[in-house]
């Protein structure tokens, strides 16, 4: 299991990059746009810049839904290896046959 603070501080950029996506989509198609004058632009750059780091979709680390972990993930289960093989193991995953031999 995975630090609670590690898990919370994951939870809280997930939820600041899901309400300024809107905003920062904007800024970034303002900021690229070619048909704005170069200080327009140059604006829009440094209001992304200024907009708090957390926001950003990227400093989202894909964690574990079972146990938090951040390695090994399976984007499709949203779990990680060793979540899987547990539960695979139980008989809880359906469609999942483990062979023991």
């Known amino acids: 299991m995975a630090k609670k603070s590690a898990i919370e501080k994951n939870n809280k950029r997930k939820a600041l990059a899901e309400r300024y996506a809107a ?15 170069l200080e327009e632009r140059f604006k829009a750059r440094i209001k992304l810049a200024q907009m708090p780091r957390n926001t950003a979709a990227n400093r989202v680390r894909n964690r574990c839904e079972v146990t938090g972990r951040p390695r090994a993930y399976y984007r499709k289960l949203k779990m990680s290896r060793i979540a ?3 539960l695979g193991s139980r008989g809880q995953v359906p469609g999942l046959v483990k062979s023991s031999w």
């Open 23 to 37: 905003k920062r989509a904007a800024l970034k198609a303002a900021a690229m746009d070619e048909n704005l004058s």
């Open 84 to 86: 899987l093989r547990e």
